[in-house]
């Protein structure tokens, strides 16, 4: 099994493609080691030392280490735990462990906004996060301003906040004239 990386525009998390499907469908995120046991692969790379996230998309894994760690000290080992884990035949997840769709749900008197929003945010924006492993999903939609929930490599990296206003912001704005500002929200 040959793993490859790839650097992500987070300095702090990179992104491993272990040449095979890792979610069949949806993504799953494991901002902290609380909720890994729902993840064989995620609970195995939390136990590298400097490892505070994990994120799973189709055909990837994105890591996000701890500030004072450096990657070439924890790579081999987070590459060792992916390996073992492929090896070993266990599932990704848990076999009562759900994958999020991603997008939170919003009915009311803005649906038809909300599902623009939402169209546009699968076709024109998570392929491209999904590039840099990581994963953007609608949150809400309230007097004009979208709430976008930023996973894995998207959330914490440095161009995130100009992700956000210069992209998607003027996309959603061009194509939906009652979006008026878009704003990120916690975990």
């Known amino acids: 099994m040959f793993i490859q990386t790839e650097s992500t525009p987070n300095p702090a998390t990179l992104k491993f493609l272990p ?8 993504t799953a995120d494991f901002p902290t080691p609380e909720g890994a ?6 609970e195995r790379i939390f136990k590298v030392a400097g490892v ?11 890591v ?9 000290h924890i790579k081999p080992a987070i590459l060792g735990a992916i390996m073992e884990h492929y090896q070993s035949g266990q599932s990704v997840m848990a076999g009562d462990a ?17 599902g623009q929003i939402k169209e546009l945010l699968d076709t024109r924006v998570r392929p491209a996060v999904a ?55 916690g975990v």
């Open 19 to 26: 040449g095979q499907t890792v979610l069949e469908t949806g």
């Open 37 to 42: 046991e729902k993840s064989p692969l995620a």
């Open 52 to 62: 505070s996230g994990v994120f799973f998309g189709n055909d990837f894994v994105t």
């Open 64 to 72: 996000t280490k701890t500030e004072a760690t450096e990657w070439d």
């Open 98 to 114: 759900t994958t999020a769709s991603g997008h939170a749900e919003h009915s009311g008197e803005d649906s038809e906004i909300v």
């Open 131 to 185: 590039q840099d492993g990581g994963d953007i999903t609608f949150h809400g939609f309230d007097r004009g301003v979208v709430y976008l929930h930023m996973q894995g490599a998207c959330a914490g990296c440095p161009s995130s906040t100009i992700t956000l206003k210069m992209g998607i912001e003027n996309l959603l704005r061009h194509y939906i004239p009652e979006v008026t500002e878009v704003r990120p929200v």
